[in-house]
């Protein structure tokens, strides 16, 4: 975790947000950003694509490319340039993916000081 652009405070509170959006809705996505630093200057983002689906949910691993996006990143609302959820990559290879379920998000959320 690069610390030279956001301090844990801004993770954790960029955490909360990312979290809450997945939350509103049965059929959402979300991301949590891992590493970032200056996006003005930046190339990517390392970031964690939650996908909702009803009570189930799935993270993966992945990064935003920056020079890639149709936009400017914002990273207020990350989940924006996030892709849609895909089990294989290009290569026909399985991605890695993480389950849960959206009970434990919250309760996750709620520890780190949102309730």
């Given at each position: 975790m690069d610390?030279?652009?956001?301090t844990l405070a801004y993770y954790s509170r960029s955490w909360e947000r990312a979290l809450r959006e997945l939350e509103a809705s049965e059929n959402s996505t979300s991301c949590?950003?891992?590493s970032i630093t200056d996006p003005e200057t930046a190339n990517f983002i390392f970031c964690w694509p939650i996908y909702r689906e009803g009570?189930?949910?799935h993270v993966q691993n992945s990064i935003i490319f920056l020079?890639?996006?149709?936009?400017?990143?914002?990273?207020q609302e990350p989940w924006r340039y996030v892709e849609a959820r895909s089990l294989v990559d290009e290569d026909?290879?399985?991605?890695s993916?993480?389950?849960t379920t959206i009970s434990e998000v919250r309760?996750?959320?709620?520890s780190i000081g949102g309730q």
């Open positions: 610390l030279s652009f956001w949590l950003i891992s009570e189930a949910v020079d890639g996006l149709e936009e400017e990143f914002n990273p026909g290879n399985q991605i993916e993480w389950s309760r996750f959320r709620e």
